[in-house]
C-alpha cells in the first residue's frame, strides 16, 4: 500500500493510532504546553513509531507566519552573544520553535536588511540586540507586522529584557574604590552605545557616592571593545603614570588589558587591580582569573522567547508589552580581590 502523504491524511493516522483527536495532535506539534504530558508522550510515539513529519510549510502559509523566530546579533563570535542565543535556543526548543540565527557584524544596514528578511518570509517574529538607540529603524519592522523583542536594550514600544548596566557600572567601580586608596581609570566603548553610557553614569555614581568629584574620572575611550583593544591601551596607560584601579567595560577589554600589562611586567592585581564586565566563559580561565560583573545572558534570551510567544498568541488589543531588566552582580576574583580586613 502506498504511504499516506498531505498533512490532514497524516494527522489523522496518528490520531487513529494514539486515540486521540486530530486536534490533540495538531496541538502536541504546534502548543504543546495545552496538551497533557501523558498523551503528548503517547502522541509523539506514535509519530515516531509512524516516521510522520508534519506539513509545516503548508500550515504556515495558512497562518501567515511559521514557527521560526529570528534572532540578530551583532557579533557571534563574542560570547556575551553565544550565551544569548544559547538561552534564545533553549526557550525556542521547549516550544518547538526554530531559530534563524543572523549576524549584522556591527552594521547598521546589514542589520535592517536581516530584519527585513525575516519579515518577508514571515518568520514568526524577531528577536534583536539592536547597533544603536535609533528606534525608527525597528518601529519600520514592526510596522511590516512583525513581532519584535529587544534583548540588551529597553523599548519605548514593545517587549524587552535588559540588564541594569547603570548598577553594574557602580558595582564595578565600587569594588575598586573600597579595595584600593586611589582613584580609578575607566576603559570604555563609544558612549553612542547605551550600554556603555550606562556603567560609566554607574561608575561616576559610585565616585560621588563615595565623596570624589565624578568629573575627575579619567575616561580612555575605545573604538572596538576587543583583546586588541586591551592591549593598546595598556601601552597608552604606560605613557603616564599607571593607576591602581582599572574598570574595562567588558572583559574582552579587560583580559586584553592583562595581557599587554603582563608584556611589561606589571603584576595584576598588586600593581594594578582590574575589573571587567560581563563574565564571559574566558574571564574565569585568564591566567590571572578576572573579577567582573556578571549579566545574566542566558536568562536574557530565554525571557525574550517567552515575550515573543506572548506577542504571537495574545490578540494585539489585549497584549500589553512588558520589560524584564536583570540585576547584574559582582564576581570578585584574583584580578581585584576584596581588600584584607586589618
Same mark, same amino acid.
Given at each position: ?11 489523522? &493516522? ?6 486521540? $483527536? ?13 496538551? @497533557?504530558? #501523558? ?8 509519530? *515516531? ?71 518577508? !518570509? ?10 544603536? *538607540? ?25 517587549? $524587552? ?10 558595582? &564595578? ?32 555614581? #559610585? ?8 568629573? $575627575? ?11 586588541? &583593544? ?13 593607576? @591602581? ?16 600589562? +603582563? !608584556?611589561?611586567?606589571? #603584576? ?30 542566558? *536568562? ?20 500589553? !508589552?512588558? +520589560? ?19
Amino acid at each position: 500500500m502506498a504511504r499516506e502523504t498531505g498533512s490532514r491524511i497524516g494527522l489523522l &493516522a496518528v490520531a487513529k493510532e494514539a486515540g486521540v $483527536s486530530i486536534a490533540t495532535v495538531s496541538n502536541t506539534l504546534n502548543r504543546p504546553d495545552v496538551v @497533557s504530558a #501523558a498523551t503528548r508522550a503517547r502522541v509523539l510515539a506514535v509519530i *515516531a513509531k509512524m516516521d510522520f513529519v508534519p506539513n509545516t510549510a503548508a500550515a504556515s502559509l495558512r497562518r501567515g507566519s511559521n514557527r521560526l523566530i529570528g534572532l540578530v546579533v551583532p557579533d557571534i563570535s563574542n560570547p556575551f552573544y553565544s550565551e544569548i542565543a544559547r538561552g534564545v535556543t533553549a526557550a525556542a526548543d521547549r516550544h518547538r520553535y526554530g531559530v534563524i540565527l543572523c549576524n549584522s557584524q556591527d552594521d547598521p544596514d546589514r542589520e535592517l536588511d536581516q530584519l527585513e528578511m525575516l519579515a518577508e !518570509h514571515r518568520a514568526a517574529g524577531a528577536l534583536v540586540v539592536p547597533l544603536t *538607540a535609533d528606534n525608527r529603524r525597528l518601529s519600520r519592522l514592526r510596522s511590516l507586522g512583525t513581532h519584535l523583542v529587544l534583548i540588551d536594550r529597553e523599548s519605548p514600544d514593545g517587549c $524587552s529584557t535588559s540588564i541594569d548596566d547603570v548598577l553594574g557600572g557602580r558595582l &564595578a567601580a565600587q569594588h575598586l574604590l573600597e579595595s584600593r586608596d586611589a582613584d580609578f581609570v575607566l576603559v570604555n566603548g563609544s558612549h553612542s552605545i547605551p550600554q556603555c553610557a550606562d556603567r560609566r553614569t554607574g561608575a561616576r555614581a #559610585a565616585l560621588s557616592a563615595a565623596g570624589r568629584d565624578p568629573d $575627575s574620572l579619567v575616561e580612555y575611550e575605545v573604538d572596538d571593545m576587543t583583546t586588541e &583593544a586591551g592591549v593598546e591601551i595598556a601601552e597608552r596607560l604606560l605613557e603616564k603614570e599607571l593607576p @591602581s584601579g582599572v574598570f574595562c567595560t567588558n572583559d574582552l577589554l579587560a583580559i586584553g588589558l592583562m595581557r599587554g600589562l +603582563a !608584556h611589561h611586567g606589571i #603584576a595584576v592585581p598588586d600593581r594594578v587591580a582590574i575589573v571587567g564586565y560581563g563574565d564571559l566563559a574566558p574571564a574565569a580561565d585568564a591566567p590571572i582569573p578576572l573579577t567582573t560583573v556578571d549579566q545574566p545572558k542566558f *536568562a536574557l534570551g530565554n525571557a525574550a522567547v517567552e515575550m515573543m510567544l506572548a506577542e504571537i498568541t495574545e490578540k494585539d488589543d489585549t497584549h500589553r !508589552h512588558s +520589560a524584564t531588566v536583570f540585576r547584574p552582580t559582582l564576581v570578585v576574583r584574583d584580578s581585584a580581590p576584596a581588600r584584607k580586613n586589618s
